[in-house]
């Protein structure tokens, strides 16, 4: 098993676009500040934080034996004019031939070719790409990752007691299946804002390797 022809493409856009419904998350609910998670291939997840599916800030819809998710967080910013950046992470090797996107990519193996543009530079990480402000939480995600072992509801729970100011957040944490076919895929909308932390980070500590999405987002309440 490896981490092998891992893609990354970031577009941007300013508001989303259509109206989209998972429980009480409806993203036609202002302020215009919502983000989305949705990919398949994801074969466990865990939240803490403001609890999922209670109210309309926080939904989660999603099925293990399929293997797929969406995620849903109203986020609350100061300015709700920035822009939401859109990141799609595949395991293919079909990039998209339109010049319009700005597109990265980045291919990880167990072999030293690393890509890690993260605060933390732990030799065990072979993959980590932040989408996050703020670096606090970002090193609190990292650290949790590293000492989970590949669980993500430990992930979870790790980065709720590290982070030293957890009101109003609502943590999430995405176990890709490294094994999925079709290969696993994740678009992930983010806000460069102090509210918002994505981490996309894959590593191996004591047994196989695994890949976590985290983020965590202060929500309205």
Same mark, same amino acid.
């Given at each position: 098993m490896a981490f092998t022809k891992i893609f990354c493409v970031l577009l941007g856009f300013v508001a989303v676009l259509e109206a989209?419904?998972?429980?009480?998350?409806?993203?036609?609910?202002?302020p215009p500040s919502w983000l989305k998670t949705a990919g398949h291939g994801l074969?466990?997840?865990?939240?803490?934080?403001?609890p999922v599916n209670k109210g309309g800030s926080f939904c989660l819809e999603g099925n293990k034996t399929e293997e797929v998710v969406e995620i849903f967080y109203h986020i609350n910013i100061s300015d709700t004019s920035k822009t939401i950046q859109t990141h799609q992470i595949q395991f293919d090797g079909n990039l998209?031939?339109?010049?319009?996107?700005?597109?990265?990519t980045h291919q990880v193996q167990f072999d030293g070719n690393l890509t890690n543009d993260?605060?933390?530079?732990?030799?065990r990480i072979h993959y980590c790409i932040p989408f996050c402000e703020n670096d606090q939480l970002q090193l609190a995600m990292i650290d949790a990752a590293l000492m989970a072992n590949g669980n993500p509801n430990t992930a979870a729970i790790l980065t709720f007691s590290k982070f030293s100011s957890p009101e109003n957040w %609502?943590?999430? &944490? =995405?176990?890709?299946?490294?094994?999925?076919?079709?290969? %696993?895929?994740? &678009? =992930?909308?983010?806000?460069?804002?102090?509210?918002?932390?994505?981490v996309y980070v894959g590593m191996k500590t004591f047994g196989d390797p695994y890949l976590f999405e985290m983020q965590g987002g202060v929500v309205l309440r």
């Open positions: 989209d419904v998972i429980g009480r998350c409806n993203t036609d609910n202002s074969n466990d997840w865990a939240t803490i934080g403001v998209s031939n339109d010049t319009s996107k700005t597109i990265q993260c605060l933390n530079q732990d030799p %609502a943590f999430s &944490v =995405i176990n890709v299946n490294l094994n999925a076919n079709p290969e %696993a895929r994740l &678009v =992930i909308q983010s806000f460069f804002d102090p509210a918002w932390c994505s």
